[in-house]
């Protein structure tokens, strides 16, 4: 039965305004930025048994591009970043992820990091929108893996605007021999696009690894398809009411 065409529906029938305004409010994100972390970190996904939740908040993520530094090769050379500071490290008292070397086992001191020796300085790292196809990412994230103190990080938008800060404490382990149940991943999403992060600790040097940006694929989050039931609701329960009167 078509219940468009039926004369005893007819009355529920929205106006067409009504349900593009109510489609419109569904495509506006709510709460656009969303900070990650810090959180423990052992591998990027499950590849490797042993990691269990404690791995990439975006490995289970849908994007357009994607890419994961995990400074293996001896290079920071991921399309589209750059480094105001340090350089990658192979050397004593490394502190890699943990899986980088193949094995989920609590150490990672065999593999590669990025190292800044003057860990309250921060280390920011820049998005080229250019080299990365127009779009600037919309999640990025990097791992601490050593360093002293409380670490803050910050993620920056289109013209240097403030997007969040996250500052965490209590995971350093005081130590420097490659120990991996410290590291922590700090990460941020906003839509509107991301230009730069950064990451300082207190004391000493600071090292950190998997470096990690995409651009999300156009679905929207649940939220957003809240905000459209509740506009379509809204307006709906007026036309009835005035439908009523008349």
């Given amino acids: 039965m078509n219940l468009s065409s039926s004369r005893s529906h007819s009355r529920f029938r929205l106006p067409a305004t009504a349900v593009c305004a109510a489609l419109a409010a569904a495509?506006?994100?709510v709460n656009a930025a969303i900070l990650?972390?810090?959180s423990a970190y052992l591998a990027f996904d499950n590849t490797l048994p042993g990691a269990g939740l404690s791995i990439s908040p975006f490995a289970s993520q849908s994007f357009s591009y994607f890419h994961l530094e995990t400074f293996e090769d001896g290079l920071l050379n991921t399309p589209g970043v750059s480094a105001s500071a340090g350089?990658?490290?192979t050397g004593f008292n490394l502190d890699s992820v943990d899986a980088d070397d193949g094995v989920i086992n609590g150490s990672g001191s065999v593999g590669?990091?990025?190292l800044h020796l003057s860990g309250p300085v921060a280390t920011i790292f820049t998005f080229n929108a250019v080299a990365l196809g127009g779009a600037l990412p919309t999640h990025a994230g990097i791992v601490w893996t050593d360093g002293g103190g409380p670490v803050?990080?910050?993620a920056f938008g289109p013209g240097n605007s403030l997007l969040g800060t996250i500052v965490g404490s209590g995971f350093a382990d005081a130590g420097h021999n490659g120990g991996t149940a410290e590291d922590r991943f700090f990460g941020i999403s906003d839509v509107g696009g991301i230009s730069?992060?950064?990451?300082?600790d207190a004391i000493g040097a600071i090292e950190v690894d998997h470096l990690q940006y995409g651009?999300?694929?156009a679905v929207p989050e649940p939220s957003t398809y809240a905000a459209g039931l509740a506009v379509l609701g809204a307006v709906g329960g007026a036309w009835w009411r005035n439908r009523r009167r008349a």
């Fill in 196 to 200: 730069s992060i950064s990451i300082f």
């Fill in 36 to 38: 990650y972390g810090p």
């Fill in 112 to 114: 590669h990091s990025f």
């Fill in 87 to 89: 350089s990658v490290y």
């Fill in 215 to 217: 651009l999300a694929t």
């Fill in 27 to 29: 495509t506006v994100p």
């Fill in 152 to 154: 803050t990080f910050q």
